[in-house]
C-alpha cells in the first residue's frame, strides 16, 4: 500500500479520515471490517457496494473488483487450491502405481501405505483425507470405522498422473 502511495503520490484515507502517507494493515482490516458477502446459489455478490475508502484500499493493494465475489477468479488462487505437499505426491504415485499391480483386487490398504511411507502415521493419515475431501481418493472404512483400503477416482488418477510427470 505504501508503495501505491509512493508512486501516485496520493495518500489514502487513515485514522479519523484524515489522509496517510503511511497506511498500516490494520488500516486497511478495520476500513474493510464491514465487507459482506452473501451466496445465493452459486452466486457470490456484497451485500452493499464497497465504500469510497474501501475502493481506495483495493486499488491500492492491487486487487481486482471482483476479488469479493470471484473469489476463485485468479489463475494465483485456483494454483493453491490445487497446490499439493510432497507428501500428498508421494501418496498419489504410490496408489497410481499400487492400482498397477495385478492382485485381483482394486484397492489398496491403509496399512501397507502406511507401512511403505516415511512419516508419522498422523501424517500420512491427514494427507490421505485432504485428497479425499478433494475427490481424488475414496477410503473405505473398517466396521470401527477405521481406513480400510484406499481406491482413487477417476479425478484422482488424472492428478497422479500430473504429479508422476511433474519434476517435483
Known sequence: ???HVASTGMPLTGWDKKPTERPTAFMMMTKCAGVLVGKVGP???LARPLSAVQQQYRVALGVSATCFTLPTGSPRTRMAATRLSQ???RLL???ATDAQRPRGVVASRHQELVGARKGAKG?????LRTLETRGWLVMGRSAGGKAASLRLTPEGQKWAGHVARSCD
Open 1 to 3: 500500500m505504501r508503495a
Open 43 to 45: 452466486q457470490r455478490q
Open 87 to 89: 507428501l500428498q505426491k
Open 93 to 95: 504415485r504410490w496408489l
Open 123 to 127: 501424517n500420512v493419515s491427514h494427507s
